[in-house]
């Protein structure tokens, strides 16, 4: 190209540039949206989710975005989170998938399944590994386009008032446990029961329940449970690493422009990492005080892990039976699992164990 040619291309290309700015202000309308979040304000870890998410969606768009943030019940009740994005009530929701069993079983797989994935696999299946994907044809079926938005990290087992020395010791132990957990805890003798958080307190203190199992250290020093029941069992098998989204209802999600949806999907994977940061930031200390306030840690014996592995793989059998829908992401999790595991079983175990028997050792 001649260099009178190139400038005179060059200038056409500025021109051209200049009028594109008209369309940048397009991609930037004033929005206004709400989420309502499934979680009080007092777990401020997980209903902080919203509020990172909501901020830096502000900060991106210069405030031409806002998104404002509603507890739990203040527009509608935690566990309604999802209808409301449905039915259009609210733009978006954050919530645990999980809590939606009751409608489909395969909204387990968005949060935890028994035997599952941990926080890191977990991402790595959504992001990588087709998950999210799969996840959200699933939800179109509702309405619903889902961003991966935080992760508790693997929960603990619960508070229990008698020590679970044996399989048999779980026969007719009313636990406050949830949706999918629950069915298979049931089939080894366990009285699963439906327990709103503010209320585990007073029904383990009166002994209607024997054992309950809520979140981690962080989360489970605000409710006291050591007080009134001072076993501490690990692991919380049942949610290896429990993942809460963002629920978008569909039609707003495809109304958007693709600068939003960018934003958006960005801010919560922000949302989604800051999570995890905190709870592991803040479970060591929240440990200690527990211990120190009397709180006695037990792990689940191997003997009891392998009856409600057995058990998780029975329920599994039963569901993929006769639902299409979980057979099919159920199936695509598991050899998933398999090569994490593999590969898991290398460096970050090793490394993991070395240095946790280091610590020790002092
Ligand atoms: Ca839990």
Known sequence: MKRRQFLKTAAVGAAAG???SP????????????????????????????????????????????IQVFAAGEIVPGLQASDAVTNGTVEMCHTASYYYVGKDPTFAFGTAVPFGLNSRQ?????????????????????????????NTGCQMGGWFRKEIRTVADLQGVKMRIGGFAGQVLQKLGVVPQQVAGGDIYPALE?????????????DDEKLGFNKVAPFYYYPGWWEGGAALHFFINQAKWDSLPATYKSILTTAAALANVDMQAKYDARNPAALKRLVGGGAQLRPFTPDVM????????????????RNADFKKVYDAMVPFRNDQ?????????????????ARARG
């Open 122 to 150: 977990q991402n790595a299946w959504f992001y990588h590994g087709g998950g999210q994907a799969l996840m959200n044809d699933f939800y179109k079926k509702y309405n619903i386009y889902s961003l991966p938005g935080g």
């Open 18 to 20: 200049a009028i594109a």
């Open 341 to 357: 595991y593999l590969w898991w079983q290398i460096a970050e175990y090793n490394m993991d164990t070395f240095m946790i028997r």
């Open 23 to 66: 369309a940048v202000a397009q991609s930037m309308p004033e929005v206004k949206w709400r989420v309502t979040s499934s979680f009080p304000k007092s777990l401020d870890t997980i209903y902080g989710a919203s509020e990172v998410f909501a901020k830096a969606v502000a900060e991106a768009t210069d405030n031409k975005f806002q």
């Open 306 to 321: 392998e009856a409600c592995l057995k058990a998780a793989n029975e329920v599994y059998a039963e569901t993929s039976a």
């Open 206 to 218: 009166k002994g209607t329940i024997d054992a309950a199992e809520w979140v981690g250290p962080y």
